[in-house]
Nanobody
């Protein structure tokens, strides 16, 4: 059994900052790529940022220069530092991880989501 638990969402004014965390726990052998996605009602879930196990990162254009994705492999935890937030960043943010379990089966797992609301 593997779980991803997000935290750190909330309400912030435009220009403010938030830091999201995603902690993986359970029967984990290793974690490959991890990523943050976001979704608004009636819209498709979109990839925000991704980080490989080696630390390589990639971002969607709209958050480049404002968001920073990072991970602590020793803690099986990923972070998203969000600065200069804009109202259009408002969404439910989900973490995703490609995890190899103790039985060496590889699966994608999702967190439950955390709401980020940016007021203008």
């Amino acid at each position: 059994q593997v779980q991803l638990v997000e935290s750190g969402g909330g309400l912030v004014q435009a220009g403010g900052s938030l830091r999201l965390s995603c902690a993986a726990s359970g029967s984990i052998f290793s974690i490959n790529a991890m990523g943050w996605y976001r979704q608004n009602p009636g819209k498709q879930r979109e990839l925000v940022a991704v980080i490989t196990s080696g630390g390589s990162t990639n971002y969607t254009d709209s958050v480049k220069g404002r968001f920073t994705i990072s991970r602590d492999n020793a803690k099986n935890t990923m972070y998203l530092q969000m600065n200069s937030l804009k109202p259009e960043d408002t969404a439910v943010y989900y973490c995703n991880a490609l995890i190899i379990g103790l039985g060496y089966m590889r699966n994608h797992y999702w967190g439950q989501g955390t709401q980020v609301t940016v007021s203008s």
